[in-house]
């Protein structure tokens, strides 16, 4: 676990362009292809601000979601909606490029149907991730792993759903630690003074909470952290 402490959200967005630059240009040019997660919450804000600065190829990105929001793709909740309205129009991405959601289905059912799409853009059961761009909540939750949740101990599902989230909305699906561990790297971007304590349960004090069980068995985990939220540290 690395931890870069930054000044302020500008250099969260500033750091957050580079590392993302250096990761999809090493993965294209060894694999010819880039495999990132995206997750929602204030994650949007720093990858709208960022991504379009980054020098790419972009029609070798592969874009799926750490975490989704069982809602219509119109509605506010829906990361994907978030990404396509904000960020896809200020880069050289395409909606096809990203592994959405099946519309108007259950949780469970969205969960089964985003793995055998995932089955299909990793072209087998081993989903490597090159990146994950993953969010913290002050609870210690990331993707839709909540603090004494079931699901984080979930070893067999690659994607569950989730349908009693105490965050709103309820209905989600996640991925589960077993591909969030076998990323070959994790970025969390975290600011602000009302994640401090957090991040200080987890970097500080390792209390087992999701977001520190975030330890990608052969790959890198990054913590960016601001000034704010690393004022406990
Ligand atoms: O509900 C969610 O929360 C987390 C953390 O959000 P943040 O706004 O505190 O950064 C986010 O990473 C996740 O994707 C989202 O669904």
């Known amino acids: 676990m690395t931890t870069i402490k930054v000044r302020d959200e500008q250099e969260i967005i500033n750091k957050l362009a580079s590392y993302i630059e250096k990761i999809s240009n090493d993965a294209i040019n060894s694999r010819g292809r880039f495999y990132v997660g995206l997750s929602g919450g204030s994650t949007v804000k720093y990858l709208c601000e960022s991504l379009p600065r980054v ?6 990105w592969v874009l799926a ?24 129009p200020k880069t ?9 959601l099946k519309q108007g289905v259950t949780a469970q059912e969205a969960a089964v149907e ?23 909540g002050p609870d ?13 101990d979930e070893v067999n599902l690659p994607v569950a759903a989730i349908t009693d989230s105490p965050k709103p909305p309820p209905e989600r699906i996640t991925l589960t630690f077993p591909v969030i561990n076998n ?36 790959g890198s985990a990054y913590w960016i952290v601001d000034d704010a939220a690393a004022a406990k540290l």
């Not at 020098?55 to 070798?60: A, F, P």
């Not at 210690?140 to 984080?152: I, R, V």
């Open 55 to 60: 020098d790419t190829e972009w029609s070798k």
């Open 92 to 100: 050289g991405l395409k909606n096809s490029q990203f592994i959405v």
């Open 114 to 136: 985003y793995t055998q799409q995932l089955k299909i853009a990793f072209n087998g059961d081993n989903f490597k991730f090159d990146l994950l761009l993953l969010g913290m």
């Open 65 to 88: 979601f750490c975490d989704e929001r069982v809602v219509a793709e119109d509605s506010e909740d829906s990361t994907f909606g978030t990404y396509k309205r904000r960020l896809i």
């Open 183 to 218: 990323a070959r790297n994790c970025i969390f971007t975290i600011s602000g003074g009302e994640k401090a304590d957090v991040v200080k349960r987890i970097l500080k004090d390792k209390e087992d909470l999701p977001a520190g069980r975030v330890n990608p068995i052969a």
């Open 140 to 152: 210690g939750h990331t993707c839709s792993l909540f603090p004494g949740h079931p699901l984080l």
